[in-house]
């Protein structure tokens, strides 16, 4: 069956400098979540998409942008990297926003920003 | 926001042995998962249980929604049940899950 899929899978930056990070939803699926994971410690919410709206917001960085398209994949902009920035993203999708809905993970990007 | 806390933090079993897994969670929820994220950090879901038991193969898991809580058993373990097992819950009106702060797994020969 297929899955979410993430591009790329690993990416290294320098302070300063932008990322794209890209998000394929499972076929179907009209949402999209992204979370950024640091070493260590349990995944963060970021951002949310449902029909190319955005659905929720956590604590995503002004330095960070995202947006769902007309195809339903998704992209997260990074800018201005920071060190601290360096971790495991994470994007899930799901068939609707309901409560009673699963969330499907993909593989994840692993960022590091040097 | 919903506090989730996962007990034990770490654990340390030998090939073969079972263990239970708790989270434990501030709200009332109306989605629950569990995830393991194995070493290389892929998150796997292992069960979608807002409430009730549900089996497959040496996994169970249970969750007791008015007393908010969920169990994770797992039997016979082996090397490959090594990782971090999370669960991750949504409450309300949120449509995010809100990860647990994960129990820490290693399965010894």
């Known amino acids: 069956a297929a899955g979410v899929i993430q591009s790329p899978r690993h990416l290294i930056k320098e302070k300063r400098e932008t990322a794209t990070l890209k998000c394929y939803p499972i076929?179907?699926?009209?949402?999209v979540y992204w979370y950024q994971q640091g070493p260590g410690q349990d995944p963060q919410f970021l951002i949310s998409f449902y029909e190319k709206m955005q659905s929720d917001k956590g604590s995503i960085p002004d330095r960070f942008s995202a947006q769902q398209f007309s195809d339903y994949h998704s992209e997260l902009n990074m800018s201005s990297l920071e060190l601290g920035d360096s971790a495991l993203y994470f994007c899930a999708s799901s068939l609707g926003l309901s409560r009673g809905v699963m969330a499907f993970f993909g593989q994840g990007t692993r960022l590091t920003v040097v | 926001g919903i506090q989730v806390e996962q007990s034990p933090p770490d654990l340390i079993l030998q090939e073969g042995a079972n263990s239970t897994l708790r989270c434990n969670f501030s709200?009332?929820?109306?989605?629950l998962q569990w995830f393991h994220q194995n070493p290389w950090g892929q998150l796997i879901n292992l069960f979608y249980i807002p409430s009730g038991t549900k089996q497959n193969g040496r996994l169970s898991a249970t969750t007791v929604a008015t007393e908010r809580y969920s169990l994770l058993y797992i039997s016979s373990s082996q090397t490959t049940d090594s990782g971090v097992y999370f669960c991750a819950v949504k409450t309300g009106t949120a449509s995010k899950l809100t990860f647990g702060t994960g129990t820490r797994l290693q399965v010894t020969l």
């Open positions: 709200d009332s929820v109306n989605n």
């Open positions: 076929p179907r699926h009209d949402t």
